[in-house]
């Protein structure tokens, strides 16, 4: 069963990549909102994984029947094992790939904030926590936010999946 977790939650983090390497390789030239939202449409087809690894395991290795808890521990299994590669994978293309990624966040949210027809007191006020939240957004702190989102959502995925796929064992 662990290995079976193993081997969804990696097909996971592999569709996972290839969603955002698309993005990132044919949609440079999108806005951030876009990359945001196609971002989180790659985690949602990616984790959608889970709903088959849980199936798997409750047809093949369980006979039959799933419990609602282990359909859920395994799936959220499978949700931690994409997470920590979608971590891994934004974190490198935050320090290798896109250095600069950082800044041109950072001055899309500036951007953001003058033309939405805020005063400019609220205009600064909000540049400056932008600045200051993009001051302490490191490589580890960045990974632990794309593995907190990634896995909150897979967690959310297998509560849904659970509820559809628990199955008890029907005597004979």
């Known amino acids: 069963m662990l290995q079976t977790s193993l081997k969804y939650g990696l097909y996971s983090g592999i569709i996972m990549i290839i969603f955002f390497s698309i993005t990132w390789f044919a949609l440079k030239d999108i806005s951030f909102?876009?990359?945001?939202?196609?971002?989180?449409?790659?985690?949602?087809?990616?984790?959608?994984?889970?709903?088959?690894g849980i199936k798997?395991?409750?047809?093949?290795?369980?006979?039959?029947?799933?419990?609602?808890?282990?359909?859920f521990l395994y799936g959220s299994l499978m949700a931690a094992i994409g997470a920590i590669i979608f971590g891994v994978l934004d974190t490198i293309y935050m320090t290798v790939l896109n250095p600069d990624f950082s800044d041109q966040y950072l001055n899309y949210m500036i951007e953001k904030a003058k033309s939405s027809g805020r005063t400019e007191e609220q205009i600064q006020k909000t540049i400056e926590q932008y600045t200051t939240q993009m001051e302490n957004y490191t490589p580890v702190f960045n990974f632990f936010v794309m593995f907190g989102t990634v896995l909150l959502l897979g967690v959310i995925m297998s509560l849904i999946f659970s509820a559809i796929l628990k199955r008890k064992l029907q005597p004979a």
């Open 33 to 52: 909102g876009i990359m945001e939202v196609l971002g989180y449409i790659g985690m949602i087809v990616g984790l959608s994984v889970i709903y088959f």
């Open 56 to 71: 798997h395991i409750r047809d093949k290795i369980f006979g039959g029947s799933i419990s609602f808890k282990d359909a």
